[in-house]
């Protein structure tokens, strides 16, 4: 296995080869490989979501996903969404609940710490997904009503995903990150990742999509994300991206692209990136961002979905009688509120309805909205579901 210690089949840092890192960053995305693209920047395909939007809500939805998840895991290892709020308005709402809830958590604590990065320079929610549905569910249901990210989420981690986000705002003079990978192995120490095997560093990148939503124009000065197309086909990435030598690289090869607000960018999370330093006066860098888990992986945040649901819900249920919403809207936002897996679960208690699975909270909220249940009937059948779970 090639840049392992051949002895044990683990990734030793010391073993990696800068020359080795340099040959995957030097390919190139071609056109023929990204027919749906608008146009290819840097080496990054971008696309035009208003335009495949038709696509992604009927029959074509398989092959718009099957060129995303080839860019992400062979390709440049990033798409960018252009428009993916077509209609901004929902951003501009939603930023006034986030910056609410920014000054409520300095009050009371100061505010969050931040990854790979100083602190004081920008402002952190975490957990903003479920702070945003506790607020103003409302907005949350039209915020994640987005046929463009439940599309992109699922092509590369498949149905039944798990989404959690947490806002950044950064402001003039904010610092630049490190170059890093992300969740999972990206999340640990040094000697922990080098604890796992290789196979392990080579399936961590597929449990997990990162993704930022820009609520305000993004330009060069703004310090939009430092990419670098490639680098996450560079299998040892894990156990190279704390040298210094493989920072340079980074330094000297990585692109930023200008974003607009409503735009969207999703990238394999191991892909070397690092926010860049916001450089202007007057621009404070607003950025919604996704970390997507798969069904089968553990999210990095816990999130009260049962609380969600109970939230969205009645809300969920006016925009489908009333048609505010479409099907494929309404499953997009169902699916970043309700939990989509069935397990863990009590067997014992929580037997499968079908042979195979429980039914889960999504698929239950689905039926509950077919089937014209009442709030009062929706809520209670939640407390059961996790009443059982929970049940020794």
């Not at 490190?178 to 040094?190: E, P, V």
């Not at 067997?347 to 509950?368: C, K, M, Y």
Request: negative net charge; proline residues 5%; charged residues 20%.
């Amino acid at each position: 296995m090639a840049n392992t210690d051949d002895l044990t089949g683990y990734y030793d840092p010391q073993n990696c080869k800068v020359r080795d890192f340099e040959a995957c960053i030097d390919q190139i995305t071609r056109p023929e490989n990204v027919p749906l693209a608008m146009a290819i920047e840097k080496n990054i395909p971008v696309y035009d979501s208003g335009k495949l939007l038709s696509a992604l809500e009927g029959g074509g939805r398989r092959t718009v996903m099957t060129e995303w998840a080839q860019v992400l895991q062979s390709g440049a290892g990033i798409v960018v969404l252009k428009g993916a709020y077509r209609d901004t308005r929902v951003l501009d709402e939603a930023t006034e609940i986030y910056e609410r809830i920014i000054e409520q958590e300095k009050l009371s604590s100061g505010g969050g710490a931040d990854h790979f990065a100083a602190s004081g320079a920008n402002d952190r929610i975490w957990n903003s997904l479920q702070k945003f549905c506790e607020a103003a569910p409302d907005v949350f249901l039209r915020y994640f009503a987005n046929t463009s990210i439940s599309a992109v989420c699922e092509a590369w981690l498949g149905p039944n995903y798990q989404m959690t986000a947490q806002v950044n705002l950064v402001h003039p003079g904010g610092a630049a990150q490190q170059a890093h990978r992300d969740y999972h192995l990206g999340f640990q120490t040094a000697d922990v990742s080098a604890a796992y095997p290789a196979h392990v560093h080579e399936v961590s990148p597929i449990l997990t999509l990162q993704g930022a939503v820009a609520h305000c124009d993004m330009p060069l000065e703004s310090g939009p994300t430092k990419l670098l197309p490639f680098s996450q086909t560079y299998k040892p990435g894990y156990a190279a991206w704390r040298r210094e030598d493989f920072r340079e690289v980074f330094e000297a090869r990585c692109v930023q692209l200008p974003l607009s607000k409503g735009d969207a960018v999703f990238f394999n999370p191991a892909l070397f990136h690092a926010a860049g330093a916001n450089s202007s006066t007057d621009i404070h860098r607003f950025v919604n961002l996704l970390q997507v888990s798969s069904a089968f992986g553990r999210a990095m945040e816990t999130v009260d979905r049962e609380k969600m649901c109970r939230l969205v819900f009645p809300h969920a249920v006016r925009a489908s009688s009333e048609g505010t919403l479409t099907q494929a809207e309404l499953s997009a936002a169902i699916a970043a509120t309700a939990e989509g897996y069935s397990f863990p679960t009590n067997l014992d208690r929580d037997p499968p309805s079908n042979g195979l699975a429980p039914e889960t909270q999504a698929a239950f909220f689905h039926r509950a909205i077919e089937e014209g249940l009442s709030e009062e009937q929706f809520c209670a059948r939640l407390t059961q579901m996790e009443a059982v779970k929970l049940a020794s």
